[in-house]
């Protein structure tokens, strides 16, 4: 299977982490329900996945407000990140995705832009094998506002020296799609996986106009 993308002339591409680069979602349900059984709170399998992108101890304190607990958010936040690593050895990366990373690499920046801090991408990546693979990483330590906000992919953008509109960015989640909309950048939403097992060519959530590719015409986008 491969990952149908948008036609066009695209010079950076951006990936988030969890659950487009790495099948890290499901190992990370399993670090959240160890530790919030913990300080016995509930924690529904679809709010976490509706919750995609959202750093760690964001979701702590809305828990929190949700459940009307008062479990310290930065120790709970620790303990579910310890047990996500302990977990390393069964990460899996997303084929499709993987396919895109070793076919563009070398032709074009690459950042990766998680909600997860820099710990747990480092980890994931390590693991992978594919740390070498990017230009550089923002994760949740690096910005003030999270995923829907654009200040990740704005900042990823200007590390890389390339105009938002020139960069195309990989996500599997909703905030993280309006993200990238928000900072005027294309994307493309990477399906769950049994999503992804329906067909054998996938076919993306674009949220940009087809675009010229180089060498279709002279005025191509630049």
């Known amino acids: 299977m491969k990952l149908k993308l948008p036609a066009?002339?695209?010079r950076a591409y951006l990936f988030d982490c969890d659950g487009t680069i790495a099948d890290s979602m499901p190992l990370h349900y399993i670090a959240w329900k160890k530790a919030l059984s913990e300080w016995k709170c509930a924690f529904d399998e679809e709010l976490f996945y509706s919750w995609g992108g959202?750093?760690?101890?964001?979701?702590?304190?809305?828990?929190?407000?949700?459940?009307?607990?008062?479990?310290p958010v930065e120790a709970v936040a620790e303990r579910k990140e310890d047990l996500y690593l302990a977990q390393l050895p069964q990460l899996k990366p997303i084929p499709e995705v993987l396919d895109?990373?070793?076919?563009?690499?070398?032709?074009i920046p690459f950042a990766v832009v998680s909600g997860s801090r820099r710990n747990s991408v480092v980890g994931s990546l390590t693991a992978l094998g594919l740390l070498d693979k990017f230009d550089t990483i923002v994760s949740a330590e690096d910005y003030k506002n999270a995923k829907p906000a654009p200040d990740a992919f704005l900042l990823a953008a200007a590390r890389l020296g390339v105009a938002p509109a020139d960069c195309l960015v990989f996500e599997d989640t909703d905030l993280g799609i309006q993200a990238a909309t928000a900072a005027g950048m294309s994307s493309v939403k990477v399906p769950e996986p049994w999503e992804r097992n329906r067909?054998?060519?996938?076919?993306?959530?674009?949220?940009t106009e087809r675009r010229t590719p180089v060498g279709e015409c002279e005025s191509a986008h630049s």
Do not use: C, D, Y
Not at 54 to 63: G, H, Q, S, T, Y
Not at 100 to 107: C, D, E, K, L, S
């Open 199 to 207: 067909n054998g060519t996938l076919e993306p959530e674009s949220t």
């Open 100 to 107: 895109i990373i070793h076919a563009q690499h070398g032709r």
């Open 54 to 71: 959202k750093p760690v101890r964001e979701i702590v304190a809305e828990l929190n407000r949700m459940h009307g607990l008062n479990m």
């Open 8 to 10: 066009g002339s695209f």
